[in-house]
């Protein structure tokens, strides 16, 4: 029994797969998703406000006098998070702050790995942060 499929169906059954490949690769890129969402100044109060979130800078303490923490920050140095994550509750929110958002990403990239869930990351960190609180 020899089945003949017009030369057309052929090359649209070629072309719809060829497009079901590109979708399923699109995302193929080797870009790990955020560890946290970026959050406006504006936004972090309102999760300080709502859910009793924790903001944590994780500048080093001598950088707080060019640039000071939001009020009520917890410090805790990138270098030395890790070692002081288990005296954190996994379960609280917390608003991850450095300069200018860059150090607070690794950060909650380090807190995601090590089981924490609600976690945000203050988009342009201290300086967007005090700049914003300016206007």
Not at 9 to 19: E, H, P, S
Not at 61 to 89: T, Y
Request: aromatic content about 4%; overall charge positive; some cysteine.
């Amino acid at each position: 029994m020899n089945s003949t499929v017009p030369r057309e169906n052929k090359r649209t059954a070629a072309a719809a797969l060829l497009c079901l490949a590109m979708l399923l690769c699109a995302g193929c890129r080797g870009v790990a998703p955020s560890a946290a969402e970026d959050v406006t100044p504006q936004r972090m109060q309102e999760l300080v406000r709502q859910h009793d979130a924790v903001i944590l800078d994780v500048r080093d303490p001598a950088e707080f006098q060019a640039l000071p923490p939001a009020p009520g920050a917890l410090n805790i140095p990138l270098g030395q998070l890790e070692s002081k994550l288990d005296s954190l509750d996994r379960d609280k929110h917390f608003v991850l702050a450095c300069r200018t958002g860059n150090r607070s990403a690794q950060a909650a990239r380090i807190m995601r790995n090590k089981g924490f869930t609600n976690l945000y990351n203050l988009e342009g960190g201290m300086q967007n942060y005090w700049k914003q609180m300016a206007q």
